[in-house]
Every structure is written in structure tokens, then in C-alpha cells.
């Protein structure tokens, strides 16, 4: 049972570049969350999902895509990345839709934009 | 959401408690108390909720007084593997599956 996993662990990118972060889980869990933590600061959520097939807006949408085909999958994509998106992202799941049932997370990928 | 108030950080030496107060003046009567916990380099992991007086699991112990205004974070004995950025969460029960991280209290424990 491996939990909440994320690929890759670590990237950097060059401004206008586009990447996918991979995130997996496999707990069966209906929801599933994307959060950014810039450093010395709490978590931010950018998407989540309700779930198969459904995704919506966080806190701080801008410049991210998501997507979420399959149930234990869920895809956060920069189209063409900034400075600004330099930063920690994690991944998460729970089962219930409530914000009282604890959310597990990823191990977190580190993202730098040049 | 109720905001929450804790301190930036905190030091301890091995083996002492640890206590972590958070102030949530404008809590609900809906709304639970959670305690995350962040290492270094590593996603949030929940540690603790309650709703009232005293929770205690095999990581933590929670007291909550009466008027439900403020919560305290007891770590016994704590070991240089505590030290970690501790999140405390005012969560509705009954709505909103967001959470909401603020800065947290960073805890360094000393050998």
C-alpha cells in the first residue's frame, strides 16, 4: 500500500516551458487535492477533484491545469510556466468530501522555474 | 473559517514536553480542532482531532477547554525526530472540504 505517490520528485524548467506533475493514489479514495507551499508559508490549494472525471478551481488557480480520467490518477499541468510557479507541490486524497477526514499527501515534487 | 493564531516557533531539548497552544477565538460550534505535522522535505501528516476536552492517540494528546476558544498540542518527551512544522486547523464538519494551512509552528528540538 503505497499511499499518495507523485512523479517526478524534483524539476526544473526554463520560462514557457509546459510539464505534467503525476499524481497517484491507491487508497480509493473519491477526492484528491493539488496545493502549493512557497517557502516559510502554508499550503495553498490550486484544484481539486470531487471525483472521476470531475475537477475544480482552488485558491489559486492561474496557470495550472488539471485532469482526473482515471479515479486513482490526478494531473497537474503548467502550460507555460513562470518564476512565480517556482515552488513545493503536493498531491493529496481523502475519502469523505469533508474537510474533517484526514487528507493524506504526496512526498511533494520541487518545482524551479529559470 | 475561524482563523488561528500559534506561535512562529518554538524550541525544546530531548525528552521534554512539548506543549503547542493555538488561539481560534471565532470557532463554531460546528468546527473541529486538527493538528497537522510537516518534516522536513515531506507532505503534512495528520496527527490529531478533537472537539472538546482532552484527545490523546499514541503521537500527541489534544485539551480543549469548555469555551472552546484556544487548544494546546501536547508532544510527550519529545526526540530530535519531532522537530517539524506543526499546522493547527479549524476544520467545519459540516461543509467545506478545504483545508487551510497558515504558517504553522516550526519546533526544533535541541540534543
Known amino acids: 500500500n503505497a499511499g499518495v505517490t507523485q512523479t517526478p520528485k524534483f524539476r526544473v524548467l526554463k520560462t514557457g516551458q509546459s510539464m505534467t506533475l503525476l499524481c497517484a493514489q491507491d487508497?480509493?479514495?473519491?477526492?484528491m487535492y493539488w496545493y502549493r507551499q512557497d517557502p516559510g508559508m502554508g499550503l495553498r490549494l490550486i484544484h481539486y477533484s470531487v471525483g472521476e472525471g470531475t475537477t475544480a478551481k482552488g485558491e489559486v488557480p492561474d496557470g495550472y491545469n488539471v485532469s482526473r480520467l482515471k479515479k486513482q490518477n490526478f494531473l497537474l499541468g503548467l502550460e507555460s510556466a513562470a518564476p512565480s510557479q517556482t515552488s513545493v507541490y503536493f498531491c493529496a486524497s481523502n475519502r469523505r468530501g469533508v474537510s474533517t477526514d484526514t487528507q493524506y499527501f504526496g512526498p511533494g515534487t520541487r518545482l524551479t522555474v529559470l | 473559517l475561524a482563523k488561528t493564531t500559534q506561535p512562529i516557533s518554538m524550541d525544546s531539548y530531548e525528552g521534554q514536553e512539548v506543549n503547542i497552544t493555538c488561539s481560534h477565538n471565532n470557532i463554531a460550534t460546528n468546527d473541529y480542532i486538527t493538528w497537522y505535522q510537516q518534516f522536513p522535505s515531506q507532505g503534512p501528516r495528520f496527527i490529531i482531532q478533537?472537539?472538546?476536552t482532552k484527545v490523546t492517540n499514541e503521537v500527541a494528546s489534544l485539551f480543549i477547554p469548555a469555551d472552546r476558544k484556544s487548544s494546546t498540542l501536547s508532544l510527550p518527551r519529545v526526540s530530535l525526530s519531532d522537530t517539524a512544522v506543526y499546522y493547527c486547523?479549524?476544520?467545519?464538519?459540516?461543509?467545506?472540504?478545504?483545508?487551510?494551512f497558515g504558517k504553522g509552528t516550526k519546533l526544533s528540538v535541541i540534543p
Open positions: 486547523l479549524v476544520l467545519s464538519g459540516a461543509g467545506s472540504y478545504q483545508l487551510t
Open positions: 487508497m480509493n479514495h473519491e477526492y
Open positions: 478533537g472537539y472538546k
